[in-house]
């Protein structure tokens, strides 16, 4: 009964900024690691960026490193993704996922997963 509901996706310019939010409901997470996760047109879903839920630790993709930063409330039970500096290339849906356990990179090792926001980056 976990969920995951992404926001905060739309049209932004080159160089840009956007902000995702994901808010998730249905269990205690204190053990579980966040992440985002996107998947452009024919391409596969590539990790972007994870963080504990204490947000003590985080991890980033070489692409986003310096531009994007992950973060937490976990008070609201919510992840963001603070994403700066845009480029056409991070034009993609981007999914929020959840794990019990610690950062993987893996979409393959996530087990709840929200509906998905479209960003777009024109150039």
């Known amino acids: 009964q976990v969920q995951l509901v992404e926001s905060g996706g739309g049209l932004v310019q080159a160089g840009g900024s956007l902000r995702l939010s994901c808010i998730a409901s249905?269990?205690?997470?204190?053990?579980?690691?966040m992440a985002w996760f996107r998947q452009a047109p024919g391409k596969a879903r590539d990790f972007v960026a994870a963080?504990?839920?204490?947000?003590?630790?985080?991890m980033y993709s070489n692409s986003v490193k310096g531009r994007f930063t992950i973060s937490i409330d976990n008070a609201k039970n919510t992840v963001y993704l603070q994403m700066n500096n845009l480029e056409p290339e991070d034009t993609a849906v981007y999914y929020c996922?959840?794990?019990?356990?610690?950062?993987?990179?893996?979409?393959?090792?996530?087990?709840?997963w929200g509906q998905g926001t479209q960003v777009t980056v024109s150039p």
């Open positions: 963080i504990t839920w204490g947000g003590s630790d985080t």
């Open positions: 996922a959840s794990r019990r356990g610690t950062i993987r990179f893996g979409w393959n090792l996530y087990d709840y």
């Open positions: 249905g269990a205690t997470f204190s053990n579980y690691a």
